[in-house]
Each structure stands twice: as structure tokens, then as C-alpha cells.
Antibody, heavy 118, light 107 residues
């Protein structure tokens, strides 16, 4: 069974950094691109970005509003994907989901809440 | 960026009735369109990909159609567990984009 478990969320002040982790199990992690999607409270879904598998270059793509502030990385030896978030803004407050794939995504974690507030 | 527009925002339907949800793309996305269902407090769940292919575990009452810029999700006979939020998402272009969602509520 595919499982994705996010961690690392919490309360952070504007301008600070936070790193989220997504621990995967139940599939060959290194074979898949991994994505992050977020959802602000009471709002819709927003794609943050994704990282390709190493076989496809291991590079990332990001939504314009997050490019330069957010970085996705992966450690295939540990089956973990990371989302490094810098210069956080109050508008970044959301539940952040880890998902498998870069197009349609068939597996989602339960999400981790990031609250950016002073 | 491709803008995805869903209609209606809210759909009130009685159990057992048919529900038709629409999704329009601001430019062609070919058949690279997915539908997700989300219930309160839960992560989204993939229902349909490739505009019309049911994901594993998707009940047969859910069907998707369309290509290019116009897409439809049909629920043939609404069950109590189908009352939820539904999102369409294009994956033809970067950035991937979602519609704003259609809430299916009990009439």
C-alpha cells in the first residue's frame, strides 16, 4: 500500500524558513516524480512544485509565486522528499500535501499545516 | 498559466439523481485532465485521469468526458458518500492548475 506521511509543519514567523518532509513507503520511491500541493484554509488547491526522478534529471519545477523561495529535493536512499520554504509570508499559510507524480497524482499524504504569523 | 474554470460553484442534488459538473480550460489541455474528490478534513482523492479513465477504486457511477477545453464529470446516481468537493486539474502545461471546485450538496 502506498503511504505518504508529511511532517515538519507548525507555526513560523513571517520571513523565517521551514522544511517539510514527506516519507514514502509501499512503492519504489526513486522511480517517481514527487509533488507538493497546498491548500489555504477554506480555499482551493494550489500546485507548489515537483521534483523529477533521478532518471529524468532530478530537477524541479515551481509555481511562479513560489519560485526562488521554495526548493524541493529528494533523498532516494531514505525515501523522503523535502520542501524547503524560505522567506515565508502570511499568504503561505496552508495545509501542504505531498503527492506522488507530476501530472495526475494518485496518492496523497494527510497533509501538514503551516501557519505563518507573528 | 492555464486557468481552469468549474461550474457551477455549488450543485444541489437529491440522492439517486444524476450530477453533471463542468470544467473549462482557458486553452487546450488535450486530454490531460484529472478530477479529484475532497471531503472535509481529508486529502483529495483521484477519481479520473486522462479526462475519462477511472482511477483504481473509482466507482463505475463516476465518468469523465471531454477534450481540448471542455470537460465533464458525471455522477450517474448520487450516493450519500458522493456529497463532497470536486476539483478538475490540468497537467498539460506547467504550472499545473486546478479549478476552484464544485461543491455537491444534498438537496
Amino acid at each position: 500500500e502506498v503511504q505518504l506521511v508529511e511532517s515538519g509543519g507548525g507555526l513560523v514567523q513571517p520571513g523565517r524558513s521551514l522544511r517539510l518532509s514527506c516519507t514514502a513507503s509501499g512503492f519504489t520511491f526513486g522511480d517517481f516524480a514527487m509533488s507538493w500541493v497546498r491548500q489555504a484554509p477554506g480555499k482551493g488547491l494550489e500546485w507548489v512544485g515537483y521534483i523529477r526522478s533521478k532518471a529524468n534529471g532530478g530537477t524541479g519545477e515551481y509555481a511562479a509565486s513560489m519560485k526562488g523561495r521554495f526548493t524541493i529535493s529528494r533523498d532516494d536512499s531514505k525515501n523522503i522528499a523535502y520542501l524547503q520554504m524560505n522567506s515565508l509570508k502570511t499568504d503561505d499559510t496552508a495545509v501542504y500535501y505531498c503527492t506522488r507524480g507530476s501530472g495526475w497524482t494518485d496518492s496523497w499524504g494527510q497533509g501538514t499545516l503551516v501557519t505563518v504569523s507573528s | 498559466e492555464i486557468v481552469m474554470t468549474q461550474s457551477p460553484a455549488t450543485l444541489s442534488v437529491s440522492p439517486g439523481e444524476r450530477a453533471t459538473l463542468s470544467c473549462r480550460a482557458s486553452q487546450s489541455v488535450s486530454s490531460n485532465l484529472a478530477w479529484y474528490q475532497q471531503k472535509p478534513g481529508q486529502a483529495p482523492r483521484l477519481l479520473i485521469y486522462g479526462a475519462s479513465t477511472g482511477a483504481t477504486g473509482t466507482p463505475a457511477r463516476f465518468s469523465g468526458s471531454g477534450s481540448g477545453t471542455e470537460f465533464t464529470l458525471t455522477i450517474s446516481s448520487l450516493q450519500s458518500e458522493d456529497f463532497a468537493l470536486y476539483y478538475c486539474q490540468q497537467y498539460n502545461n506547467w504550472p499545473r492548475t486546478f479549478g476552484q471546485g464544485t461543491k455537491v450538496e444534498i438537496k
